[in-house]
């Protein structure tokens, strides 16, 4: 599993494990969660980086529709993992 490191501006630096990444409607998704545990929370980050951006920018989907849309993606593409 991929790991990267987030830095948040008000915090300290957070380590996540990446699951699966997919594009939809032209915005990149990563499914990512903090542990390497079968049992781990995950978490549905997009990506909200403007095209001068150096590095990519993320921020939690908290939008119901639009969590449901790409946690459907995410679950057909890992079936092994519980996504609710």
């Known amino acids: 599993m991929e790991k990267i490191t987030f830095c948040p501006e ?3 630096a957070v380590e996540f494990y990446v699951l ?3 594009r939809l409607g032209g ?3 990563i499914l990512v969660t903090d542990s390497d545990d079968d ?3 995950a978490l549905i980050l ?3 980086s403007a095209p001068e951006d150096t ?12 969590l449901e849309a790409v946690a459907a993606i995410f679950s057909d ?4 993992i519980d996504l609710e």
């Open 20 to 22: 699966e990444q997919t």
């Open 46 to 48: 997009k990506d909200v």
């Open 27 to 29: 915005i990149d998704y």
């Open 55 to 66: 590095e990519a920018v993320y921020e939690i989907v908290d939008d119901d529709n639009e």
């Open 39 to 41: 049992e781990a929370e």
């Open 10 to 12: 008000d915090g300290e």
């Open 77 to 80: 593409m890992l079936e092994d």
